[in-house]
């Protein structure tokens, strides 16, 4: 049975950091695919940044620049830094796995951690 367990979220201001973290049991993150999906208020559920099992990383045009993506194969963790929080960041994140990067959105899903940015 995979779980996926995020931390990290929290409130901030615009401009300030956070960085989240999904820790998972019942699957390995090193040879599957990771992502972070986000929901905000009234919008519809976006796939933020995601990695393969290859380390290759991909991101949402509104967060490139600013949301960093990686893995700790040892603690079988991926994160999720994002800097240069802005208003519009606000929502609920989701952590994913699955075997490949296509299918993310069909994997196994975290609880969700909450992100509020304050202006």
């Known amino acids: 049975q995979v779980q996926l367990v995020e931390s990290g979220g929290g409130l901030v201001q615009a401009g300030g950091s956070l960085r989240l973290s999904c820790a998972a049991s019942g699957i390995i993150f090193s040879i599957n695919a990771g992502g972070w999906y986000r929901q905000g208020p009234g919008k519809q559920r976006e796939l933020v940044a995601a990695i393969t099992s290859g380390g290759s990383t991909s991101y949402a045009d509104s967060v490139k620049g600013r949301f960093t993506i990686s893995r700790d194969n040892a603690k079988n963790t991926v994160y999720l830094q994002m800097n240069s929080l802005k208003p519009e960041d606000t929502a609920v994140y989701y952590c994913?796995?699955?075997?490949?990067?296509?299918?993310?959105?069909?994997?196994?899903w975290g609880q969700g951690t909450q992100v509020t940015v304050s202006s």
């Open positions: 994913t796995a699955a075997s490949t990067y296509s299918q993310l959105r069909f994997g196994s």
